[in-house]
Structure formats: C-alpha cells, structure tokens
C-alpha cells in the first residue's frame, strides 16, 4: 500500500490549494484518513482528518478556512486549504488507516511522501 500526495506549492496569503492524497494497493477498506503537517524542527501536527462514516475534525488553527473531503471509489482523501496564511507552510502528510484483503483483514497505518506548501506574505 502506498500513498502519493500532491498539490502543494508556492501560494501568495489569502490564496488557495488543493491537496490531494490517493491510496495504491491492495485494499479491503480504507477507515480513518487524515492530514498532518510538520514545520521543520517542530513535531507534526494534525490537521484535518475524516472517518469513513464521515466524521471531521479540525484543528482551531485551521477551522472555518479548510476543508477536507474523501472519495471513496478512487480511495483519495482532499484537502481544500483557502485564505491561506504565512503561518499555513509546511511539509503536508496524508495518513491513512487501510485494512487490506488478507484472510485477518488486518489495519495498518500508513503515511505518504509529504508535499511542500510555502504561503508567502
């Protein structure tokens, strides 16, 4: 199993980014999916996250400008960052607990590559 984000990049405060996380691989289910991110020197933290029934959360930092979505046929987990603040770069992780099609149906936790996100002022 393996998870590739993408979407990140350079954006002017105030903007907006899309992030996008797909997960490859043999997979039975896909529960929790989230999004941390890590400012160098500093630990992660998380960001948004989405059960599969649909439960959200936010952190404060973010709440009101983020919004977070899933699409389960094409097993992708999105991040909609708007108003974007210097404050918002980061490195940004996808994270995803996948249950995969072994006779146990075992769930592991699985992190992607990470995709830069640098707001400028």
């Known amino acids: 199993v393996q998870l590739q984000a993408s979407g990140g990049g350079l954006v002017q405060a105030g903007g907006s980014l899309r992030l996008s996380c797909v997960v490859y691989?043999?997979?039975?289910?896909?529960?929790?999916m989230a999004w941390y991110r890590q400012v160098a020197g500093e630990q992660r933290e998380l960001v948004s996250e989405?059960?599969?029934?649909?439960?959200?959360n936010y952190s404060d930092s973010v709440k009101g400008r983020f919004t977070i979505s899933r699409d389960n046929a094409k097993n992708t987990v999105y991040l909609q960052m708007n108003s974007l603040k210097p404050e918002d770069t980061a490195v940004y992780y996808c994270?995803?607990?996948?249950?995969?099609?072994?006779?146990?149906?075992?769930?592991?936790?699985?992190w992607g590559q990470g995709t830069l996100v640098t707001v400028s002022s």
């Open positions: 994270n995803a607990d996948v249950v995969v099609p072994t006779p146990g149906r075992y769930e592991y936790h699985y």
């Open positions: 691989g043999p997979i039975f289910s896909i529960d929790r």
């Open positions: 989405i059960t599969s029934g649909g439960t959200i």
